[in-house]
């Protein structure tokens, strides 16, 4: 398929947003490539306009042996995005592995390489989170997610290969298409059910004394905002690097579970509950994204108030 653009993980959350936005961009040229399984990701597909679907192992295989045709850009999208995957094995495979083989292929074929990075590498966030090269190397991610995330980043700079590259750490992403996620849906969708089922939310608790229950931070995009700015560099060929993909102002949860409440017509009802042991040590407080690189690359654009982007997800898609 030449002339074409591919989108991993197309069928997911990210991916299939991504998708529909090049289709309104008037792009339909498009391979998807995904792991369907037995998912209900399927779903995201219906509605869009693409050329092709094809397996991610197959794929894989086509990079290995060079069977597939020249394409004009990749948008790496698909990754195992669980923070609690045990399977470590698995996670340097398919986020590690898989993302190195991808755009090994696509510097040798000069081909458009664009790929998700995270905000999960950035750990306790101890080391702040500025997504300068120099700082990267540093970092120590919670979790083998961000971990399996991180050890791309740093490899590319090692190369010398992020200059030519394009890697977005996006932070809090919500939206719709996130429902296939299970327990890694985003915290709009979860509680707009917990709303429907019983009328309250629940917020895990805060153990540290500096923040107060559900005022722990993170810094939340809306997923039409992600899509943009990964589009920017799509179209602006000669801005390359490693950048932070959020709106770089931290909001409590308190903050989103009320902007629900609202978009719902609904009095907030918030219980807060006690933290599973096995996230304590692993869990964020604060996340806000430092984007002075983002800006200096050129993306002016505001993005959504949170309170905006809840209102439009709830009304237009969980409605």
């Known amino acids: 398929m030449a002339n074409s653009i591919i989108v991993t993980g197309g069928a997911g959350f990210i991916g299939s947003n991504l998708v529909a936005e090049l289709n309104r961009r008037g792009e339909d040229?498009?391979?998807i490539v995904d792991d369907l399984a037995q998912t209900e990701k399927w779903k995201n597909l219906v509605g869009l306009s693409f050329a092709d679907y094809i397996d991610k192992d197959s794929f894989r295989t086509l990079i290995e042996k060079g069977g597939l045709e020249l394409t004009n850009a990749v948008f790496h999208?698909?990754?195992?995005?669980?923070?609690?995957?045990?399977?470590?094995?698995?996670l340097m495979d398919n986020n590690y592995r898989y993302t190195r083989e991808l755009c090994t292929w696509c510097l040798e074929k000069n081909?458009?390489?664009i790929y998700a990075s995270s905000a999960a590498t950035y750990?306790?966030?101890?080391?702040?989170?500025?997504?300068?090269?120099?700082?990267?190397?540093?970092l120590e991610p919670l979790n083998m997610y961000g971990y399996s995330k991180h050890l791309f980043d740093v490899w590319a700079i090692k190369q010398r290969l992020h200059n030519?590259?394009?890697?977005?750490?996006?932070?809090?992403?919500?939206?719709?298409?996130?429902?296939?996620?299970?327990?890694?849906?985003?915290?709009?969708h979860k509680a707009y059910g917990q709303i429907l089922d019983s009328g309250e939310v629940h917020l895990f608790k805060s153990y540290k004394p500096e923040y107060k229950d559900g005022e722990q931070v993170?810094?939340?995009?809306?997923?039409?905002?992600?899509?943009?700015?990964?589009?920017?560099?799509?179209?602006?060929?000669?801005?390359?690097?490693?950048?932070?993909c959020g709106t770089g102002q931290a909001r409590t949860w308190v903050d989103l579970v009320r902007g629900v409440f609202s978009a719902m017509d609904r009095t907030p009802n918030i219980r807060f509950m006690d933290m599973p042991r096995s996230l304590k040590g692993k869990y964020q407080y604060h996340t806000e994204a430092e984007i002075s690189k983002l800006r200096q690359a050129g993306y002016q654009k505001e993005f959504t108030r949170l309170e905006e982007g809840i209102r439009d997800y709830v009304q237009s898609s969980l409605t």
């Open 164 to 188: 030519q590259i394009v890697g977005l750490k996006y932070f809090n992403v919500f939206g719709p298409c996130e429902d296939h996620k299970e327990d890694m849906r985003s915290v709009v």
């Open 123 to 138: 750990g306790d966030g101890s080391l702040g989170y500025s997504d300068a090269d120099e700082r990267t190397p540093h």
């Open 77 to 90: 999208m698909g990754a195992c995005s669980s923070t609690t995957e045990p399977n470590a094995s698995y």
């Open 218 to 244: 993170r810094d939340f995009i809306y997923v039409k905002d992600a899509v943009d700015v990964t589009l920017y560099f799509y179209e602006h060929p000669d801005e390359s690097g490693l950048f932070n």
């Open 111 to 113: 081909i458009r390489f």
């Open 29 to 31: 040229n498009i391979l």
